[in-house]
């Protein structure tokens, strides 16, 4: 009777959480951590301290590599390579989306993407649903694919706390070669996705108004003949470093320093704190170098939308990590058996727990020490990595919300039962066949 009661708090607590934000997640769910405690008598958790201060970290240098002008540069470089192909949008506005997230560790970057992507494909006839939904969807599926990115880093960090050092090269091998074959995929599914312009009713009845159809075809900024100044390009280059720093330290263990541990065996010093130090240096490197005043890095938008996340986790983890350690007993029974059974459960669990609390970050929060402890392999949790984003379910997500209001043709939208909208099939397509391909890579790679 405990079990189910705690339970229906926690999920009363990450349904009302999500309403109000990361941040209001948060504080919720430390209404649910005081009943557990004051009211069930659980014996409180513990928030996840290091994988909170490698967030921190990677935020940190994000916000330095936007300030600096670094994502700028990025940004620019991708409109370039979307207006010299924009017969292929449909394609490529996806894997270019996915890739800039993969770069910058943040989904956010493709508020930017979406009147390029948008103006392309009007002005190529092409129905901007098919591009700009795809490249929404892109855009989250390559957050578990980047080395600077919340997920990822949380990943490891639960990982290596239960004991299981995988380093973050075989993560990212895995992760990479997943996420981009969805993403392929729904670029693929979605190219003759609803109908051509000159055949749809809607649209052509919205352009028969010659004030409508000013409005449908206008003009969006652009990035490509901006003159960018030499700082910005140096912020873009000390950020790539640092990645290659972690990525060449996390295959390459034996560069790392070796210290004792209790049992009075050399080992090398954790990948979690690897990923402080160098994140923190390359911020300073792009302080010194690229004329960045330390007091904007705080007003960008990367550095704000990862505290909120930094925050979620912090919340989210603590109250779940207290009712999964109360009942720990039954759920390795239940849970432990039941995956083992059948390794898709957990693909079903991450992806619906994702979609409750709206971030990926928080999702693996939640799911992945709970398998860890339940005795799940860390083989199945790579292989069902891309299942940690199910919240284009419901079209309720900031970029998904972004995407339906930069497409002024009125393509990209949500249907009248809620689940037809313009983001379930690219979604469900990228999820299922990043899952079938993360399957086959962490099997191969472990």
């Known amino acids: ?9 926690l999920l009363a607590c990450l349904v009302i959480g999500v309403r109000h934000g990361g941040i209001g997640l948060a504080v919720i769910s430390a209404i649910g951590l005081v009943i557990y405690v004051f009211g069930f008598h659980y014996k409180p958790g513990a928030p996840p301290v290091g994988v909170m201060l490698t967030i921190l970290a990677v935020i940190t240098c994000g916000g330095f590599l936007q300030a600096g002008g670094g994502l700028t540069v990025m ?9 010299a192909n924009p017969r292929y949008i449909t394609v490529l506005a996806p894997i270019t989306t996915w890739f800039l997230t993969v770069l910058c560790g943040t989904g956010h970057v493709v508020y930017t993407m979406f009147p390029i992507i948008y103006d392309i494909a009007i002005k190529q006839n092409i129905r901007p649903e098919r591009p700009m939904a795809a490249a929404s969807v892109a855009s989250q599926m390559g957050i578990v694919a980047s080395p600077a990115s919340v997920a990822v880093v949380s990943l ?101 320093p070796h210290f004792k541990n209790a049992k009075g065996a050399m080992k090398p010093i954790s990948m979690t704190n690897v990923i402080q130090m160098v994140m923190m240096v390359a911020s300073a490197v792009m302080l010194f170098l690229c004329n960045i005043k330390a007091k904007e890095v ?81 083989v199945i949790i790579l292989s069902f990595i891309s299942a940690a984003y199910g919240y284009f379910f419901l079209p309720t997500y900031p970029s998904d919300l972004a995407c339906i209001g930069f497409d002024r043709s009125g393509t990209t939208k949500i249907g009248k039962f809620l689940l037809n909208h313009s983001f379930m099939l690219p979604g469900a397509t990228g999820v299922i066949v990043g899952c079938c391909v993360g399957y086959v890579m962490a099997h191969a790679v472990l």
């Not at 009777?1 to 708090?9: A, I, P």
């Not at 075989?170 to 109908?195: E, F, H, P």
């Not at 983890?317 to 083992?340: N, P, Q, R």
Request: hydrophobic fraction near 55%.
């Open 1 to 9: 009777m405990s079990l189910v009661v705690g339970f229906l708090v």
């Open 75 to 83: 940004l620019q470089y991708a409109e370039r390579f979307l207006r």
């Open 156 to 256: 490891v960090g639960f990982l290596a706390a239960g004991g299981c050092e995988v380093s973050v090269a075989k993560v990212l091998t895995i992760s990479i070669v997943a996420t981009l074959s969805g993403v392929i995929a729904c670029g693929l599914i979605s190219l003759n996705r609803g109908k051509d312009l000159d055949k749809d009713e809607e649209f052509q009845a919205l352009i028969s108004d010659p004030e409508q159809k000013a409005y449908v075809y206008g003009n969006n900024e652009s990035l490509q003949d901006v003159v960018l100044p030499a700082s910005n390009f140096r912020c873009m280059y000390i950020f790539f470093v640092a990645i290659a720093f972690i990525a060449v330290f996390g295959s390459f263990p034996e560069l790392l």
């Open 298 to 378: 705080g007003k960008t938008q990367v550095f704000s939308s990862g505290v909120v996340a930094l925050v979620s986790v912090y919340g989210v983890a603590w109250m779940a990590d207290t009712f999964f350690g109360a009942h720990m007993g039954m759920l390795k029974s239940f849970l432990g058996t039941t995956v083992k059974a059948y390794p898709w459960a957990y693909a079903l669990i991450a992806f619906f727990t994702s979609k409750l609390v709206n971030s990926q970050g928080a999702a693996i929060a939640i799911v992945v020490p709970l398998a860890l402890t339940v005795g799940v392999e860390p």
